[in-house]
């Protein structure tokens, strides 16, 4: 991991960000420069909003949300251990590994799962 | 949480026309609904009542731009029944004609309109390709490809030409090839079921209930066709079956058309066989007196005329009933509890006309 | 075969040769302008001419990523249409009234009107975030360009994490979904930002766990390392691409990406029919344009890191390495746009259902087998 081959990524940041700034310049710059009245209103297919759109949202997906993140840590682990899978040298070292980590990830999976199974009756 | 109110209309890919449903969502859920119908009424009931019996065929033609010639038919059918007149048998097998190619095309345009409800932009694309077929023999039979003006009180308008026969089993048999190809990306394809099976299910005693008829009826279970009920024309003396489905769901709404468009075809082909000779054209009275109530089976469902004639050159009251107007009514029943993405597939399969419906 | 196209080396020449243009400037004006020569000097040290062959490179790959972006709009206008059954985007001619040719120079086209459109922002929105959403989501899949390599030699960074780089610049447009469907102001806008939200959550870890079960196999997180690992673990003589053995993976990470490109099966964030444009709705002029060149920027990334994960990469017979890559993304490319052109959308809880009930294990499993294969190569059976 050579900091020289972040440099090319942050360089690379930098030209995307300045990218996106440039290009609104430049529209503003060639756009039409008129606005109506109405023009600013929010789009509803021509109707009058009824009440505004800035209120608590029912997200109804919250238990996914939640699960999301716990099995986020699974997946980052798994990644980790991934990458350092090269390091284990022998069978034995890597029975183990393997068994540490596929242990980890499947109690953490019957977990969510069980939470999965618990939402689905509770919705039913 | 807060519910919302949103405004899916009139100016909204959903609504294929002019008209507005409002929907109180909380979350995705569907909590309430409300059709806003009216931005499309030109008042045709009362124009109705001040030109003569002739002159309202082209207004009839109008009120729905998708199967027109089933509601200058329907008007034609009861101003005769008033005036007691019977149409030379040509003319009949003429109009029945006429009138399932309208259906087919019909059909075509809801099947190409679900396909972009559900995402699904090519099905639009490959029917509108065939629909332009029947409606070159519709072009073929009656001069026109939409507003025909084609029956006339006593008859029809013009007779078919030599080839349109041998054009028609043309049309036909390619079209029954093509409509594999629609099964093939609609109920053959898992993520369009996904979509369509289980959803907006309406049982026959709420169909009956709201008013809901022609092939939304059919789809929840009533076999309930006025061709066969009601018969008018000569659809009795042709072989055809009323396509039913039981589910009662979109889906089965789908295959009830699916299947109703094969039947069309059945009868054209028929018809045409069976067809004699003669005259299309009768003269009919000018200052009929009376009054006469007539349904018939449009494409979306049943279509009745109530006119009331006083011995002058128009009709001193003319009432009708739309199919859509009436089975819009059932929206807010079949859409409470729904999610946002389910009114598509709803919608699009009741096959709503904006033309009919505000009138 | 090998690479044709050296990105580092040649960018690097390039900096050496301006600098040495600099030097030969300097010999020739140094004795009128005295710190000329000092200046000179300094961009001859090897710190600046590594400098600015890193900024070369970047605008190679900026460049390349352009040009690209029109190739592959292009290709799917054009696919899309003969899928409909119509010829698909073509040119008017100059001057006679007929509509011929590839119709290439229309994105061009559509780029110039969609800079030249009138901005407008909402009275209700949040006008700063709604102005910074289009923004990020360019940056972002603009960023994930600078880890695909498409060639050993056509690399801009040699990332060790390349892999989790690009998947995590992939991962940021779903902040920028939810941030633009608020901060618009709208109630379609709204509903459609969730929905981003809503669905990031069901594809997100389908995809990193096909990628750990890769990754497993390969032993590592660099894509060069996979590609190396793909061609060295060949069996009979046939280069081993991971689609064979990680085949449920590869049907997994399918999904996944096209529910992260939001293309058509999954395009539930901006559900035309229902929610007009969905969170896009209220966005206009070259906001809506950079989100658009994001969408075609990201759809060719994620056919790059199918390839690279599950093809190969750029290994082939007689082609160079850059030509065995580019066919092989326009393939995946092409993929795509045909399942996105024949499948309905499907609805927001149906994707959070098939991403947890069934990617999710089915991702297990990939694992599963990826460790397994590793712990049986230990013992001298399996791939590797």
Redesign the interface.
Known sequence: MLPEDYLVVALFGIVAIIAGPVAYLVNRWFRPGRTLPYTEDTYECGEEPIGSAHVRFNFQYYIFAIVFVAFDVIAVVLLLWAFNLAEYRGAEALFWSMAFVLTFALLLGGAAFYALMKQEKVSA | ??K???????????THGLW?L?IL?????IVDAEPVLGYLHRGVEKLCERRTYNQIIPLADRLCYVSSLCFAHAYCLTVEEMMDLEIPERAKYLRVIALELQRVTSHMTWLMAI????????LL??CL?EREYFLDLLQLQTGARMNQNYPRIGGVSQDIPSNFEHKAIKIIDKFKVRVKDYHK?TNE?S??L??MQGVGTLSVEDAIAYGVTGPNIRGSGAKLDMREHDPYEVYDELDWEIQVRDEGDSLARFHVRMGEMQESCKIILQALKKMPDGPINVKAPLRPEGQTFRRTEDSRGEVSYYVVGNGGESPYRLKVRSPIFCTMNVLPKLLTGV??????AIMGSIDVCIGETDK | MSGLFDLGGWSREISAFVSDILAWLADLFGGWIPWFRDVANWFRTDVVIEFWGFVIAVMIMLVFAVINLLVVLWMERKLYGRLQDRRGVMVPHPWKKIHKGTGFLQNMADGIKLVMKESITPRNADKSMFHAAPAIIFISSVMAYAAIPLSTTFVLADLELGLIFIVAMFALSPLAVLIAGWASGNKYTLIGGMRGAAQMLAYEIPLLLCIAGVAIMAGSLNPMEVVAAQQRTSVLGIENWYFIPQFIGFIVFMVAILAELEKLPFDIPEAESELVEGWLTEITDIRFGLIFMSKWMKGWAAAALVVLLFFGGWSGPFFPQEVWFMIKTYIVFAFFVWIAWILPRIRIDQILKIGWYELVPLSFATILIAVALKFLSHFGMGWF
């Open positions: 949480m807060t919302l109110w949103i405004n899916m209309g009139p100016q909204h890919p959903m507005n409002r969502v909380d979350g995705e859920t396909g972009p409800d559900v995402g699904l932009i090519t694309l490959y390709r990306v394809s993520a369009f996904k979509r999610n946002v993405a389910d009114v598509l």
